[in-house]
T-cell receptor
Framework: DAKTTQPTSMDCAEGRAANLPCNHSTISGNEYVYWYRQIHSQGPQYIIH???NNETNEMASLIITEDRKSSTLILPHATLRDTAVYYCIVSRWRDDKIIFGKGTRLHILP | EAGVTQFPSHSVIEKGQTVTLRCDPI?????LYWYRRVMGKEIKFLLH????????ESGMPNNRFLAERTGGTYSTLKVQPAELEDSGVYFC?????????????FGPGTRLTVL
């Protein structure tokens, strides 16, 4: 079973920052937080991952709380193409299979 | 660089028939994974190949499902005989190394409908 809790859905205005929360209160010390998304009719797509420190790449930023029990994925300037289901996943680095939960359905509003 | 490709994109079959799904991973990727999403449910792991060997097949639902990866290149997933509950979208993913959830690249999926 997934070890994370996410809101079922969220709306965000186009051009604004989308902040997607995730709770993972039972995360272990050797587990990473990963984010994937699935745009309609496509396969899942990796976004970002982190262990303790905040991370940023060309797609998004990941903010992990100091106690690591929750995190937030930030899409800095959301576009309509960011409409998707976003999955927060907790996994050890050496785990090979991805355990997807229900995710958050993000709607970007024009 | 070509991504992960899957064939067919859609398949409609009748209960009791056989269907074979194909996945071509990214060239050079030793790891190949199968996942599926059945209607209204979450995406679930099925199995993992390292080259031609099955590393983990803990997610395979039953013995009606047979996955192969001869020669360590493309993989096939055969469902025989198909049942109604097998309907869903089957995803394939590949990665260049074992471990590291970030490096899985997914294909577009095959939508299977069993009537």
């Amino acid at each position: 079973d997934a070890k994370t809790t996410q809101p079922t859905s969220m709306d965000c205005a186009e051009g604004r920052a989308a902040n997607l929360p995730c709770n993972h209160s039972t995360i272990s010390g050797n587990e990473y937080v990963y984010w994937y998304r699935q745009i309609h009719s496509q396969g899942p797509q990796y976004i970002i991952h982190g262990l303790k420190n905040n991370e940023t790449n060309e797609m998004a930023s990941l903010i992990i709380t100091e106690d690591r029990k929750s995190s937030t994925l930030i899409l800095p300037h959301a576009t309509l193409r960011d409409t998707a289901v976003y999955y927060c996943i907790v996994s050890r680095w050496r785990d090979d299979k991805i355990i997807f939960g229900k995710g958050t359905r993000l709607h970007i509003l024009p | 660089e070509a991504g992960v490709t899957q064939f067919p994109s859609h398949s409609v079959i009748e209960k009791g028939q056989t269907v074979t799904l194909r996945c071509d991973p990214i060239s050079g990727h030793d790891n190949l994974y199968w996942y599926r999403r059945v209607m209204g449910k979450e995406i679930k792991f099925l199995l993992h190949f390292v080259k031609e060997s099955k590393q983990d097949e803990s997610g395979m639902p039953n013995n009606r499902f047979l996955a192969e990866r001869t020669g360590g290149t493309y993989s096939t997933l055969k469902v025989q005989p198909a049942e109604l509950e097998d309907s869903g979208v089957y995803f394939c993913a590949s990665s260049p190394r074992t471990g590291g959830t970030d490096t899985q690249y997914f294909g577009p999926g095959t939508r299977l409908t069993v009537l």
